[in-house]
């Protein structure tokens, strides 16, 4: 999630955090990949994953010296991130406008840092060159202020990932907390086709069950779940059911799987073993091809954002989740709120008897495959 438009100004571009929340814990992680790699250092067991394409479909970052030090801590290729979500109301069309003129400075300021993601070239290119590729998208369509036309003024101006809805109601079709859930509207139809034809991903990931059907069945090009969960294993209505997982991946999607607690499970502390437990499920059920990491926290992790409970609650009053959500202190899993999680989840998966060519689809490849579809 970002921080308020006041603080980030005031900050001058130093710190960027978006709509996937920010870490801490170095210590805990470190002993994890010490622990399972024969007493090496974690920069000796990073090495062999240099080569590797690590994708997060749905998080965010910070920039300046610290923000800096954390992406090339992560070993990240890409990101997606979300704009315009605050504001009053929140996803609304001139947020959305301001953010992306921002982030057009953004990209001037740090060019020695970012790659923007218009076609799968950059994200090679940002591989190439050490840097990260930044790939920006809405998470909800409101932003399109009921228009057509805004799907190709948004694709102008950079966007290349839309997710449907958010948890309610919009014109396109019901959340995954509306009361009621009709399905894809006629614009959501148009809205679907129109993105089909410019390339920008369509992203599931908050829409309701039957919504989320239609869009399957709808679009003409294969859609995504960018950060989401198996509501089979945690039965919140953030997750997807197995039906749903099944369709996304019989039209050639994947889904990113979220690293937030109260989504992994109902305990009061999800484990790194937990969220695996969400990756082994939806291959257990479509297969390799279809999964892949969307965390839905910044780079640093969660606690960077929001290091106290009151600051946590108090960031996401203004999007009123509902109760079924389980919104809960803490958002993050102790071991993997770091900037080295994509290291860290990698190599539980290699405890898990997973072959490295699998889990180099898991880590980023699949997405990859999707994205030389969309984007080109």
Partial sequence: ????????????????????????????????????????????????????????ALGGLRLGKEGE??????????????????????????QAVKDLAMYHGIFDRFEEVLIRVRTTRDILEAKKTGKIALMLGFQNATHLARDIK??????????RQIQLTYNSLNALGAGCTERKDSGLSDF???????????????????????????AIEVSKKTPIFSHTVCRALCDNPRGKWDD????????????????????????????????????????????????????DSSIGGWRISFPT??????????????????????????????????YIIAERLTQRGYSTPDIKKIM????????????G
């Avoid at 801590?73 to 979300?82: A, C, F, K, Q, V």
């Avoid at 805004?150 to 966007?159: A, K, R, W």
């Fill in 1 to 56: 999630m970002s921080i308020s438009r006041r603080n980030f100004v005031k900050s001058a571009f130093a710190s960027i955090l978006t709509f996937g929340l920010p870490g801490g814990n170095v210590r805990s992680a470190m002993a994890s990949i010490k622990n399972g790699n024969n007493g090496q250092t974690p920069r000796e067991a990073y090495a062999k994953y240099k080569d590797w394409i690590f994708i997060d």
């Fill in 69 to 94: 030090d954390e992406i090339k801590r992560s070993g990240l290729t890409m990101i997606e991130t979300t704009l315009g979500a605050q504001g009053d109301p929140t996803f609304g069309y001139e």
């Fill in 150 to 159: 805004n799907v190709d003024f948004f694709y102008n101006l950079g966007i």
């Fill in 188 to 214: 959501g139809v148009k809205v679907v086709h129109r993105m089909n034809e410019l390339g920008i991903l369509v992203d599931l990931s908050h829409c309701g069950v039957k919504t989320t059907l239609d």
């Fill in 244 to 295: 749903q997982i099944k369709k996304l991946a019989a039209k050639g999607g994947v889904m990113g799987v979220a690293t937030v607690n109260f989504f992994i499970s109902k305990k009061p502390r999800s484990t790194l073993d937990d969220y695996i437990n969400h990756i082994e499920h939806v291959i257990k059920l479509v297969g390799i091809d279809h999964v892949g990491i969307g965390s």
């Fill in 309 to 342: 409970e009151k600051a946590f609650f108090d960031f996401h009053d203004q999007f009123h989740f509902k109760p079924g959500v389980d919104l809960r202190w803490p958002p993050f899993i102790e071991e993997i709120d770091v900037p080295e999680k994509m």
């Fill in 364 to 375: 980023g490849e699949n997405f990859m495959r999707v994205y030389k579809e969309i984007l």
